[in-house]
Structure formats: structure tokens, C-alpha cells
Nanobody, 114 residues
Framework: EVQLVESGGGLVQPGGSLRLSCAAS????????MTWVRQAPGKGRELVAR???????YYVDSVKGRFTISRDNAKNTVDLQMNSLKYEDTAVYYC????????WGRGTQVAVSS
């Protein structure tokens, strides 16, 4: 059974850092594109970062230079290191992949507040 489980969210002050992790089971994530998507309160989902099976990375402009997506093949996890967090980064962050079949985790809440 394919599962994605996110962890690492929490409350952080502006300028702080968090590291999100997505643990995959039921497939080998290094063979697929892995994406972090977020949904802020009252807004639609937004692609934040992607790492392809070729290890290319993509970031939405608003997080470039602050977020880094990486993959740990031994652990079958994909992480999102988030630095210099801003109020507007507050959202539920989801891990997503298409195998085929569109799979999502349940999300982890990130709240940036003073």
C-alpha cells in the first residue's frame, strides 16, 4: 500500500527554520518525482518545491533561496528545509507524488507567528 506521511511542522517565529519530512512506503520514491505542496488558509493549493527522479529541483519563486528540497534514498524520505520563514509561509504542507495514481499525505501544519 502506498503511503506518504509528513512530519516536522509546528509553530515558528518569523526568520526561523523548520525541516519537514515525508516518509514514503509502498514504493521507492527515488524512481518518481516528489513534490511539496502547501495550502494557506482560505487559498488554493500551491506547488512549493519538486525533486524529480533525475534529482532536478524546482521551487516556486516565493521560496527560492530559502527552501531546499532533498531526498534520502536510504530512508525513502523527501525533506523540505525551510529557512528565513515568513508569515506568508503559514500553511498546511503536503507531500505528493504521481506513480501513476495521485497520492497525497495528510499534511503537516506550519504556522509562522510572533
Amino acid at each position: 500500500e502506498v503511503q506518504l506521511v509528513e512530519s516536522g511542522g509546528g509553530l515558528v517565529q518569523p526568520g526561523g527554520s523548520l525541516r519537514l519530512s515525508c516518509a514514503a512506503s509502498g514504493f521507492t520514491l527515488s524512481n518518481y518525482h516528489m513534490t511539496w505542496v502547501r495550502q494557506a488558509p482560505g487559498k488554493g493549493r500551491e506547488l512549493v518545491a519538486r525533486i524529480t527522479r533525475f534529482s532536478s529541483t524546482y521551487y516556486v519563486d516565493s521560496v527560492k533561496g530559502r527552501f531546499t528540497i532533498s531526498r534520502d534514498n536510504a530512508k525513502n524520505t523527501v525533506d523540505l528545509q525551510m529557512n528565513s520563514l515568513k508569515y506568508e509561509d503559514t500553511a498546511v504542507y503536503y507531500c505528493n507524488t504521481y506513480l501513476p495514481g495521485d497520492y497525497w499525505g495528510r499534511g503537516t501544519q506550519v504556522a509562522v507567528s510572533s
